[in-house]
């Protein structure tokens, strides 16, 4: 082991990519705080108040409303392996990477996914779903992503959520990047089971998955034949920690710390109101936009469903991808995103997430770029 290790002091960067994205300077005064019991009143107080909060940032009623302990990923599993068993029909649409990792969810639930793929940048058509769900009558659930991170496309989750319930299945929604970015209104659309994470729009540190469940997701939960595979996930054994206020027991430590971190950034985010919140995103999006195409660079999503949190552009013919992205690092102290899957190398994705959707950074981030394409 060497002796010369001393204490990690990150470099100070703009975040810019696909995620996480900047943390709020409050989120991370609140993190340093003095760690208590996870039993502790204090901290079950707190508990019950990042609950009604997230309530608020996802517009619902649902009790069954908390954070998992654990990134975007393990909300996306709890979801899965809460609602679906073996033999289960799951109608996925998929048009991006994270629709894929609803496919491998699903499959390894023991259920049967049915894909409804559209091109990468283009929207779900929803006229292929509904088509899926009439080919499939005993489909359980209909699952979407919101926000396409991996493209910056966002689908059509009111009219989406409306198809689930007019086919009688459960709607399962990946809101992780729309959360605080884009109107999501979980109540009014009728969302079944949805999952988020803290380091996109809500500009906390990453880490941990909000998630909801509806009545009608809980009554599949009940009616399982199989127990949930995952002890850790099982909604029912979280429940018995996250719901029942001062007789709460314990199931595993709540990382105490990051919690103060969600309740600041929700605190930030009820204090600016939602509204205003997706109308920022929307505004320094447009305000980037015309920055971009300044410089000559193309938007590849259609603007009638372009994502304003995650901006994906062409790279122009004959520049250097990763000599880019690594010299705005290095010199700018700004990442942005690389395109994935079969966008590798093509496009980059420049993020304008909670925090970060600012117009400081817009500017930062055209006259960065301008520099480096000199
Ligand atoms: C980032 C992201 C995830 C995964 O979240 P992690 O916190 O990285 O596990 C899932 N879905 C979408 C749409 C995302 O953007």
New binding site residues.
Partial sequence: MSSSFSSFVPPSRVLMG??PSDVYPQVLEALARPTIGHLDPKFVTLMDEVKQLLQYAFQTSHALTMPIS???????EAVFVNLIEPGDKVIVCQN???GG?MQQNVQRCGGQAIMVLDTWGKQTDVQKVREALQANPDAKALAF??????TGVLNDAKTLCQLAQEFDCLSIV?????LGGSELKVDDWQIDAI?S????CLSCV??L?PVSFSDKAIAAIKQRQHPVQSWFLDMDLVMGYWGKGAKRAYHHTAPVNSIYALHQSLLILQQEGLEKSWARHQQHHQSLKIGLENLGLEFVVDKAYRLPQ?NMVSIPDGVDDAQVRSRLLTEFELEIGAGLGELAGKVWRIGLMGCASSQKNVDYCVSSLAKVLS
């Fill in positions: 696909p995620g654990a990134p975007g990923s393990a909300g996306m991006g990477v994270f990792r992503v919101h926000a396409e991170t991996s990946d809101a992780v990047t729309s999952y994470g803290t380091q996109k990453p880490g998955s995650l």
